[in-house]
């Protein structure tokens, strides 16, 4: 079974620009999640979305959003890019993301670099 | 408002010896918990979780202990093996925030050969 797809692996840009991230989770999970890790913050939950539906949001600004295709295959945006969004962003997927002991299966994560 | 710490950035021991990683939590509505671990260029992956009806949950080398009363859970890993070193982060879940998990900043536990 495949696991979580995560591209581009690797994403240089500009003060600015905008960036389009995507992930494809395991087949039959439902459930996808968007996480930021910069140095020193550790994990901070960006969004979670099931059947084409944001359920849960974290604390960032409008500028970071997402969606979620039938597919289950979730992509996210972020505009007018700062320097402060570069980061390793990390994409997650489960069956339902509703059971208390579901886990969460990560991707490798996209290295986004803003210059 | 971090509402997970994990106090010690870093931790080194030496192979065959226990390694103890920490976590303390702010939030009373959280009610399960788990553990990450992070090699570098690859996403986390699930290392071993605890309910917080149970104050022990082993698994192989691995054993995580709860103490809700002090809102603090640490990861035992007897006995450490080089292959361990990695960043190990505490994440907690529940009272309603089933769909997201917050995480601590993360541990790098070294083991050395």
């Known amino acids: 079974k495949a696991g979580v797809t995560q591209t581009p692996r690797y994403l240089i840009k500009t003060r600015g620009q905008q960036v389009t991230l995507s992930c494809s989770p395991i087949s039959g999970h439902r459930s996808v999640s968007w996480y930021q890790q910069t140095p020193g913050q550790g994990l901070q939950f960006l969004f979670e979305y099931f059947s084409e539906t944001q359920r849960n949001k974290g604390n960032f600004p409008g500028r970071f959003s997402g969606r979620q295709f039938s597919n289950s295959r979730s992509e996210m945006n972020v505009s007018t890019l700062e320097l402060g969004d570069s980061a390793l962003y990390l994409c997650?997927?489960?069956?339902?993301?509703?059971?208390?002991?579901?886990?969460?299966?990560f991707g490798s994560g996209t290295q986004l670099s803003v210059l | 408002d971090q509402q997970v710490k994990q106090n010690s950035p870093s931790l080194s021991v030496q192979e065959g010896r226990i390694s103890i990683l920490n976590c303390d939590y702010t939030?009373?509505?959280?009610?399960?918990f788990l553990w990450y671990k992070k090699y570098p260029a690859e996403g986390p992956t699930f290392l071993i979780s605890i309910s917080s009806i149970k104050d022990k949950n082993e698994d192989g080398r691995f054993t995580v202990f709860l103490n809700k009363s002090a809102k603090h859970l640490s990861l035992h890993i007897v006995p450490s093996q080089p292959g361990d070193s990695a960043v190990y982060f505490c994440?907690?879940?529940?009272?309603?925030?089933?769909?997201?998990?917050?995480f601590g900043k993360g541990t790098l536990l070294t083991v050395n050969p």
């Open positions: 994440a907690a879940t529940g009272g309603g925030s089933n769909y997201k998990l917050t």
């Open positions: 997650a997927s489960s069956f339902s993301g509703a059971a208390t002991n579901e886990k969460l299966f």
């Open positions: 939030n009373s509505m959280f009610d399960y």
